[in-house]
């Protein structure tokens, strides 16, 4: 059974900086795709930032700039890094992967298999 289990999240003040972390019960290395999506209050959950096995990323135009994903394989944990955190970086930060071969890795929630629980980022001004 896969489990993606995601830490990190809280509460930054705007311009502040997180690092999301993911732990997977999967081996990250050989995971075609996983990135990190969000959904705030009332809003459709939406794609963050993905990273294919072959390191190849994908960002969000909300994000660019501000974000970074990247993988430990040695540990099989997923990392998001933001800074210059903005209020509408509010939201919970979900993990997710898809163990299928993919050429490239999209920002489409519907091509993610597996989902962790979430974690509550909160950024105030």
């Known amino acids: 059974q896969v489990q993606l289990v995601e830490s990190g999240g809280g509460s930054v003040q705007a311009g502040g900086s997180l690092r999301l972390s993911c732990a997977a019960s999967?081996?990250?290395?050989?995971?075609?795709?996983m990135g990190w999506f969000r959904q705030a209050p009332g809003k459709e959950r939406e794609g963050v930032a993905v990273v294919h096995k072959y390191r190849t990323e994908n960002y969000a135009d909300s994000v660019k700039g501000r974000a970074t994903i990247s993988k430990d394989n040695a540990k099989n944990t997923l990392y998001l890094e933001m800074n210059s955190l903005k209020s509408d970086d509010t939201a919970m930060y979900y993990c997710?992967?898809?163990?299928?071969?993919?050429?490239?890795?999209?920002?489409?929630?519907?091509?993610?298999?597996?989902w962790g629980q979430g974690t509550q980022v909160t950024v105030s001004s």
């Open positions: 999967i081996n990250t290395a050989t995971t075609y795709c």
């Open positions: 997710a992967a898809d163990l299928r071969y993919h050429y490239a890795c999209a920002l489409d929630l519907e091509e993610y298999n597996y």
